[in-house]
């Protein structure tokens, strides 16, 4: 009887041990003013064009170019978009709609939020280097250089620093993002 619950007892320990290593939170990625107000005026436009452009007056070529442009950039936007962080025990995910791309924690030097953190920058679509780390934004700014930016709020924008790149992303609750993050990259261990 004995050596049962002792089994029992140390199942139940490699259960709670392995489900303490096991980590995997999520923050959203809100939608800033300026981006709704974007996406607005953008609908507006095209809804407005449409409405005084008189179908008959258009060829089949004008037709088809002025029904393919707003579903392309919709479509391109639709693909760029931030949806969602996760952090896990090994790596920070951002999640689009159809792609993913995977930051290794034990490569993070620092994190915290900065709202002035994309000031002064420009973005560049298609950045150089590999494919998982620079898949569609990278911008540059004289304070930073070049980083990967991810900003869909820029009131919550966060600042990551990596061993061989920054990435600025934006999650919904970023002094709780940051925290976390820092726990579970062990960085907060390290700075302590």
């Not at 179908?55 to 949806?83: H, K, Q």
Request: include cysteine.
């Amino acid at each position: 009887m004995t050596e049962e619950l002792s089994q029992d007892q140390t199942g139940a320990e490699d259960e709670n041990t392995k489900k303490e290593k096991e980590v995997d939170i999520y923050f959203k990625a809100p939608w800033g003013d300026g981006l709704k107000y974007m996406m607005m005026i953008g609908s507006g436009l095209v809804v407005l064009v449409s409405i005084f452009i008189n179908p008959r007056e258009m060829n089949v070529i004008s037709t088809l170019l002025f029904l393919l442009i707003p579903i392309t950039l919709l479509s391109i936007s639709a693909f760029l978009i931030v949806t969602k962080y996760q952090i896990t025990k090994e790596e920070l995910i951002l999640h689009g709609f159809f792609w993913k791309i995977a930051y290794p924690l034990n490569e993070l030097e620092s994190a915290k939020h900065n709202p002035k953190a994309t000031d002064n920058s420009s973005r560049i679509f298609g950045g150089e280097g590999s494919l998982r780390k620079k898949i569609f934004i990278n911008s540059n700014s004289e304070k930073l250089g070049d980083f990967d930016n991810f900003v869909t709020d820029r009131e919550t924008s966060t600042l990551l620093r990596f061993k061989n790149c920054i990435v600025v992303i934006s999650p919904e609750d970023p002094s709780s993002f940051v925290q976390t993050i820092r726990v579970v990259s062990g960085l907060a261990d390290k700075n302590d």
